[in-house]
Nanobody, 115 residues
Framework: QVQLVESGGGLVQAGGSLRLSCATSGSSFGIHAMGWYRQAPGEQRELVAIISSGGSTNYADSVKGRFTISRDNAKNTVYLQMNSLKLEDTAVYYC?????????WGQGTPVTVSS
C-alpha cells in the first residue's frame, strides 16, 4: 500500500507563489506517473499537471507558464511550484501516483488565493 503525504497548501494573495510537495512511501513496484489534480467547490476534479517516470510533463492550459511540476525520484516526491497565482486557482489540490497496476491519491491540501 502506497502512502502519500501532501504539504505546502495555504492562503496566499493573488500574484503570489506556493510550493506543494507530495512524499510517497510503501511502493513495491516503484512510482511511475506522478500528478497533481485540483477540485474547486462545486466543480469536478481536474488534472493540473503530470510528470512521467522519465520526466515528461503535461499541464492544463490554465496553468501553463505559471506552474511547474517536478519530481525527486530518490525521495519519491513530487512538487508543484505555483507562481502568479490567481483567484481561480483556489481549490483543494490532490496528489496522485501510479505504482504497478494501481493508482493512489493523497488526502488533499487546500490552496486559497485571496484578492
Amino acid at each position: 500500500q502506497v502512502q502519500l503525504v501532501e504539504s505546502g497548501g495555504g492562503l496566499v494573495q493573488a500574484g503570489g507563489s506556493l510550493r506543494l510537495s507530495c512524499a510517497t512511501s510503501g511502493s513495491s513496484f516503484g512510482i511511475h506517473a506522478m500528478g497533481w489534480y485540483r477540485q474547486a467547490p462545486g466543480e469536478q476534479r481536474e488534472l493540473v499537471a503530470i510528470i512521467s517516470s522519465g520526466g515528461s510533463t503535461n499541464y492544463a492550459d490554465s496553468v501553463k507558464g505559471r506552474f511547474t511540476i517536478s519530481r525527486d525520484n530518490a525521495k519519491n516526491t513530487v512538487y508543484l511550484q505555483m507562481n502568479s497565482l490567481k483567484l481561480e486557482d483556489t481549490a483543494v489540490y490532490y496528489c496522485r501516483v501510479t505504482s504497478g497496476p494501481n493508482a493512489y491519491w493523497g488526502q488533499g491540501t487546500p490552496v486559497t488565493v485571496s484578492s
